[in-house]
């Protein structure tokens, strides 16, 4: 039984069908070993070289030695993390609830659905593929992306890496956030996201015991970042008081500001 029918006939698990269309990432380092460092719920690994072999529920410390491809994948409210041993380093590997990714050969891998988190002090490269379109990841840092049904989304949490698409490069720092459109591959202008929040609420980032290694790098990013918009509030005006102040409420603070 494949990992898809196993997940999606449990009654206690909910992992829909996995997106057709879906980017496939290839490093070009030799992976030389995967490890479960953390898992919360329901995680399972399915062998796809061996089809007649069930999925097997993933533990904390298994390294992982199955014969490739071999797919993993997290069930409803799980979440999972992987490192990965390289010849050049290292990377770690988070996925969120309900999410597949496909290791296919040292360095390859096929993102199914759901959301995921790259961190890596190294440079390396990755080619991201799709049916109908492909595109390169180069750089080091921490980045998210989630599958989408029109393409793909992702987001550079710090560090800087480049997008291309074979017409078109566009150089991601820290806060980016840009889409790559199914089928076109087309890469949109990078929009700028709040990193405290984000980083403050991610599930990816603060539901793990151990914090990434990229940790203090997250918070400078997010410092930088906020100095450089300079704490802007979108403000309401509320009333004006009889001496004349003018109250204002914050949704930042929801606190009530007196001008004059």
């Known amino acids: 039984m494949s990992l898809l029918k196993?997940?999606?006939?449990?009654?206690n698990l909910s992992f829909a069908t996995l997106?057709?269309?879906?980017?496939?990432?290839?490093a070009s380092v030799d992976l030389q070993s995967i490890k479960v460092s953390h898992l919360r719920g329901m995680c399972f690994i399915q062998p796809i070289a061996e089809k007649k072999l069930p999925p097997s529920v993933l533990q904390i410390g298994k390294?992982?030695?199955?014969?490739?491809?071999?797919?993993l994948g997290t069930s409803n409210e799980s979440l999972l993390e992987l490192v990965f041993r390289m010849?050049?380093?290292?990377?770690?590997?988070r996925l969120g609830s309900s999410s597949g990714i496909e290791v296919q050969t040292d360095g390859s891998?096929?993102?199914?659905?759901?959301?995921f988190l790259?961190?890596?002090?190294?440079?390396?490269?990755?080619?991201?593929?799709?049916?109908e379109n492909s595109f390169l990841i180069n750089g080091a840092g921490t980045w998210m992306t989630e599958c989408l049904t029109s393409g793909l989304k992702l987001i550079l949490l710090e560090g800087e890496?480049?997008?291309t698409n074979g017409i078109k490069s566009q150089v991601l720092k820290s806060g980016d956030l840009i889409l790559v459109s199914a089928?076109?591959?087309?890469?949109?202008?990078?929009?700028?996201i709040e990193l405290p929040l984000l980083i403050g609420t991610s599930r990816l980032i603060n539901q793990f015991p151990q914090p990434l290694p990229s940790k203090s790098k997250l918070v400078s990013a997010a410092k930088v970042q906020a100095l450089r918009i300079k704490k802007r509030y979108e403000a309401f005006v509320g009333d004006v008081k009889k001496d004349r102040k003018l109250q204002l409420w914050t949704p930042a603070s929801t606190k009530l500001l007196d001008k004059e």
């Open 19 to 26: 997106v057709l269309a879906c980017p496939v990432i290839h």
């Open 6 to 11: 196993f997940l999606s006939s449990s009654r």
């Open 87 to 93: 010849t050049i380093g290292s990377a770690q590997i």
């Open 109 to 115: 891998y096929k993102l199914h659905r759901g959301s």
């Open 183 to 192: 089928g076109s591959s087309m890469i949109s202008k990078p929009m700028q």
């Open 161 to 163: 890496i480049t997008v």
């Open 63 to 71: 390294e992982l030695s199955k014969k490739k491809p071999f797919g």
């Open 118 to 131: 790259f961190c890596h002090k190294n440079y390396l490269s990755w080619m991201i593929k799709a049916e």
